[in-house]
């Protein structure tokens, strides 16, 4: 009775709302949640930008391509693993536009925002790795925020569990497994990624930090490795119905993938830049407030040194008599 009791207490309870109202405007917590996670990830990454030399703010003029571009990826791509949900007989064609009832996909976001983010940085001039790099914790606080609107829309939870954090899901839910009696717990899946991902992007800062030689697309690389490593243990207990490949989740598969393209472009990565970026700027490109850059080793053919020769003070003094003689 005593272990019943504890249980009740110390279960994760699911919200009762998933929206509200703000006259004919309806307010999704899920959109909120993604929304507040981007706006995290934007000044994350602006400071690591700053500080690498980059122009204040650049980050914005490239989320205005990477950003839309990472939406439509992430629709797309859950479509896609999930075409039963929205193609054939009883399925709703037009649930498809309704992405605020939930239903994006993360690795579509990557493909989509990796392709955005290549052209904002192409437009801006700034390297495509230097602001994967940047971007990279700032991706994983902005996951760990957006799985918040998984528990408000209850739903991607785990398999029924006896422990005492388990959460509870309503039984009216359409998501609740056919046969299980009411009361059943589930694995917080949503929790298990939040920590997953908190704890990720302090060790990225962390490394980013402590080793400076991490450039060149290799923290981004770290950043694939360690998400898709804890995605592939989450989507393994998640009970949500989706396409199998091979006995394995379509998701599964994706970060398996992941994670070897990860360990691909460090090492890559690492025997074709051994030294640092020389600028978080293209060769040819930058912004006249730029401070003082950092010349990559072994790298001078992909760094064009656009500066004037230092000036001593008896060049000054030679210039200025020049001048009066004159």
């Excluded at 649930?95 to 990796?114: H, N, Q, T, V």
């Excluded at 990720?200 to 402590?210: D, H, P, Q, R």
């Amino acid at each position: 009775m005593m272990n019943a009791a504890l249980q009740v207490v110390a279960s994760i309870p699911s919200p009762g709302v998933s929206y509200f109202d703000i006259g004919p405007l309806r307010i999704h917590f899920y959109a909120l949640c993604i929304i507040l996670g981007i706006i995290v990830a934007v000044f994350l990454t602006n400071a690591r930008l700053t500080k690498r030399g980059a122009e204040p703010w650049v980050v914005i003029d490239i989320c205005l391509l990477a950003i839309p571009i990472a939406i439509i990826g992430a629709r797309i791509f859950h479509v896609l693993t999930h075409p039963g949900f929205y193609f054939g007989e009883g399925s709703d064609f037009w649930a498809i536009f309704r992405i605020w009832e939930g239903g994006i996909a993360i690795y579509g976001a990557l493909i989509g925002g990796a392709v955005g983010a290549w052209l904002g940085c192409r437009w801006t001039g700034i390297r495509f790795w230097t602001f994967a790099d940047a971007l990279a914790p700032g991706m994983l606080i902005a996951q760990a925020l957006g799985r918040f609107g998984n528990w408000f829309n209850q739903e991607l939870f785990g398999l029924p569990t006896t422990l005492p954090w388990g959460l509870e899901i309503s039984p009216d839910n359409p998501a609740w497994p056919v046969g299980l009696p009411a009361g059943t717990l589930f694995h917080p899946t949503f929790a298990y990624e939040v920590v997953w991902n908190l704890l990720g992007a302090a060790v990225l800062l962390w490394v980013s930090k402590k080793f400076i030689t991490l450039q060149w697309g290799r923290v981004f690389a770290l950043y694939l490795i360690w998400y898709s490593a804890g995605r592939v243990v989450w989507e393994s207990i998640r009970v949500d119905p989706t396409e199998i490949f091979l006995g394995l989740r379509v998701n599964v598969w994706w970060s398996i993938f992941a994670i070897v393209l990860g360990l691909v472009i460090f090492f890559a990565q690492k025997k074709r830049h051994p030294g640092l970026e020389p600028s978080p700027y293209m060769p040819g490109r930058g912004w006249s407030g730029a401070p003082a850059v950092v010349h990559s080793q072994n790298s001078e053919s992909d760094f064009v040194d656009v500066s004037e020769p230092p000036v001593g003070k008896h060049q000054v003094a030679a210039k200025s008599t020049a001048h009066i003689t004159k």
